[in-house]
């Protein structure tokens, strides 16, 4: 039988989902750190992608071997497969190409659209029923990105259009919440933790060989460097183990909920490591699209049928 968490493990579960959150928050200016921009180019968005992918995979292998864990069944492994595809390549490709064209704050206005996403795979490729209101808000949602995307688009350059970062932005997101959901298919049966190390491990005939013929053969940066070990060592690895565990100690339905200010903490986050200014029109397209998501999750999961109390 399973027992409801108890307070004191409500609360730690709470500021574990909180600290997971905080860490990916981070990655959008520690990737833009990382690639630079296109008139000052650092590491290229291959590179990181194969480079951080490489060191999570070595200290995924530390931690299987370490806790003596059992190799997924041949079930688990197409769900991993996918999973590696979508966390460990997708979408830090696609978001390291798009963040050399555009600001960290920019590019969390479309990641606040990741729990809705994730919602809208998980009902597609899970076939899970939701409600018109969850469909009506994920399309408000969506209408919300793409007015900021040619909003920002007429600011800079005079006339409306999507960019091609945003596109690629866009991909991320999709690519990210195919992962998440992916995931989710195997986390009962193999355990959170190991679920990221499984698909980091899956990534290493991809990521090793990949870092190496993609290395830089120009000076870099130190930031850069660093930036590349905080996306490989805390944001491909450590922060799951925080935010799983969080997840399984208070409850997903409350600690998911923490999520919601993800795109703030990036926004913020990026003022001192990167100097980008806090823009009123960021934030408010922010605020706009994380109250669609809150009340589009609300709304997420079926009504109970009449009678079922």
Request: aromatic share 10%.
């Amino acid at each position: 039988m399973t027992h409801p968490p108890t307070h004191p493990h409500e609360t730690l579960g709470l500021w574990l989902g909180l600290l997971g959150v905080a860490i990916f928050a981070v990655t959008l200016p520690m990737t833009r750190l990382a690639t630079g921009p296109v008139s000052d180019p650092q590491l290229s968005p291959w590179f990181i992608t194969f480079a951080r992918a490489a060191l999570a995979g070595g200290l995924s292998v530390a931690f299987l071997l370490l806790t003596r864990a059992p190799r997924p069944t041949v079930a688990q492994r197409k769900p991993l497969f996918y999973a590696m595809l979508g966390n460990a390549i997708g979408f830090p490709l696609l978001l390291g190409f798009a963040l050399r064209q555009v600001t960290s704050g920019h590019a969390a206005v479309f990641t606040a659209l990741l729990p809705l996403a994730t919602a809208v795979v998980a009902a597609l490729v899970l076939h899970q029923r939701a409600r018109a209101a969850f469909w009506i808000c994920a399309v408000l949602g969506s209408l919300l990105v793409v007015a900021f995307s040619l909003l920002r688009a007429y600011q800079h350059s005079g006339g409306f259009g999507l960019e091609w970062a945003d596109l690629l932005l866009v991909g991320a997101v999709v690519a990210a919440a195919l992962g998440y959901v992916y995931g989710a298919q195997v986390t009962p049966s193999l355990g959170a933790e190991r679920v990221i190390c499984w698909v980091c491990v899956m990534a290493l005939p991809l990521s090793v060989p990949g870092a190496l013929l993609t290395w830089p053969d120009h000076a870099v940066r130190s930031s850069s460097w660093l930036a590349l070990g905080y996306v490989g060592v805390f944001s491909m690895w450590a922060g799951f183990f925080a935010w799983y565990r969080g997840l399984a100690l208070g409850g997903a339905l409350k600690v998911s909920q923490t999520q919601l200010v993800q795109p703030f903490f990036s926004i913020l986050a990026a003022v001192p490591l990167l100097g980008e200014p806090l823009e009123t029109v960021t934030l408010g397209f922010a605020m706009a699209v994380v109250t669609t998501v809150f009340i589009g999750r609300r709304l997420a999961m079926p009504a109970r049928p009449t009678g079922v109390k």
